[in-house]
């Protein structure tokens, strides 16, 4: 079971720890934020959040209240009802449990049952085969690909890949009545 709690100035260093590279950083964050990571740049995140904004970040607790990871709902817009995942990261230690997919389905809950949403996207670098096979047991499908989007640190090029969900696709999942 995971709870989703918000994000706040006392989480950033936590959050800081688990990305030790320029690399993790990008494949996390896309460009949006800047290697060194600091704290200012997600305590300007954090002020400018408000409740009916475009903007919410999250930490996810498990059943014995410890942090095991982040995600953020971005670009909210309430008039067209939708809105993008990012900067979905468990921690270091919760990696490989499955735990990706109840992040999500948590993240989604909050989408189409408190948000009233009607789609949820996200974008995934390509090689990240591992997430992309997570999104897609929550119930996202495949929409397009993007060639050459971001350089990495090394100089090499990642595609992406964007995918969505819609809140019809969400209601006959199992998990979602959870």
């Not at 995942?85 to 919760?94: N, Y």
């Not at 993007?146 to 090029?157: L, M």
């Not at 969505?164 to 199992?174: F, G, K």
């Amino acid at each position: 079971m995971i709870t989703l709690a918000p994000f706040s100035a006392d989480d950033i260093d936590r959050l800081m720890s688990w990305i030790p590279d320029e690399a993790l950083l990008l494949q996390w964050a896309g460009p949006t934020l800047r290697w060194p990571l600091t704290r200012d740049q997600f305590e300007c995140e954090i002020k400018a959040m408000t409740p009916r904004g475009p903007h919410r970040m999250f930490k996810a607790l498990n059943a014995r209240g410890q942090c095991i990871g982040h995600i953020e709902i971005k670009a909210i817009d309430h008039t067209h009802a939708n809105a993008m995942l990012g900067r979905i990261l468990t921690s270091p230690v919760a990696r490989g449990q499955g735990l990706g997919g109840h992040l999500v389905q948590a993240a989604l809950q909050v989408c189409f049952d408190e948000l009233k949403l009607h789609r949820v996207g996200l974008r995934v670098f390509a090689h990240n085969a591992g997430a992309i096979a997570c999104y897609q047991r929550a119930g996202f499908k495949i929409e397009g690909n993007e060639r050459h989007t971001k350089r990495a640190p090394d100089g090499a090029w990642w595609d992406a890949c964007t995918m969505a969900i819609l809140e019809n696709e969400w209601r006959v999942l199992p998990y979602s009545a959870a």
